[in-house]
């Protein structure tokens, strides 16, 4: 039996190592360790092919629930273009990492549950750091197309969004400017006792 290396695997069949190294923790598919600790794969595993399915999703999200009408139009949008399709849908701000609907589907993502998830815009899955979800998606063998249709990215969210950027911005330039007069007020007082340690010496 001919046994091939996580590399080996990824340049013949396509499947990344973190992949075929989940699967293989899964028992999904058989693995042996080399001398040296390394895995090794039959490729008779990999030729019979693994019965693993790997789901296409397509991702719908606005950021409040007053854009409801928005988010059913990407749904519908999108499973037109996909019918048949299942539907991950947030209500939160692609600001945000912690979406609850995101992360499960992340998670599915890491497991090799997932072969492709379908956008209408880039900043449906997230506003920014978009080319890590790709690299992170690429690394567990799952693509993201996106079909790039500019109405399923409301505008009055974009301004949500950039106006939230400078709330933190200004709510962090508050507090920084107040740590600031916390220490001129503290040097100012340590300055004052010592000049009044040096005038009780005389």
């Not at 090794?40 to 693993?52: D, N």
């Not at 499960?104 to 750091?129: A, N």
């Amino acid at each position: 039996m001919k046994y091939l290396t996580p590399t080996q695997v990824y340049q013949k069949y396509g499947y990344h190592p973190r992949t075929t190294s989940d699967w293989a923790d899964q028992g999904k598919i058989p693995c042996i360790r080399s001398p040296g600790g390394h895995r090794r794969y039959p490729e008779s595993a990999f030729e019979e092919s693994i019965s693993v399915e790997r789901e296409r999703v397509l991702y719908a999200r606005v950021s409040t629930r007053t854009q409801v009408n928005d988010l059913e139009s990407q749904i519908d949008f999108l499973g037109n273009a996909y019918p048949g399709t299942r539907v991950v849908k947030d209500v939160a701000s692609g600001m945000n990492w912690k979406r609850k609907n995101f992360l499960k589907l992340m998670t599915q993502v890491s497991k090799g549950e997932i072969g492709e998830i379908v956008v209408g815009h880039k900043d449906r899955l997230c506003r920014f750091g978009f080319d890590f979800v790709e690299w992170f998606c690429h690394l567990h063998d799952c693509k993201i197309t996106v079909i790039n249709n500019s109405k399923l990215s409301p505008q009055e969210e974009l301004m949500h969004d950039f106006m939230s950027i400078m709330h933190c911005f200004s709510s962090k330039l508050y507090f920084l400017r107040a740590y600031k007069k916390k220490i001129e007020d503290e040097q100012n007082i340590s300055t004052i006792n010592s000049t009044t340690k040096q005038c009780e010496a005389l």
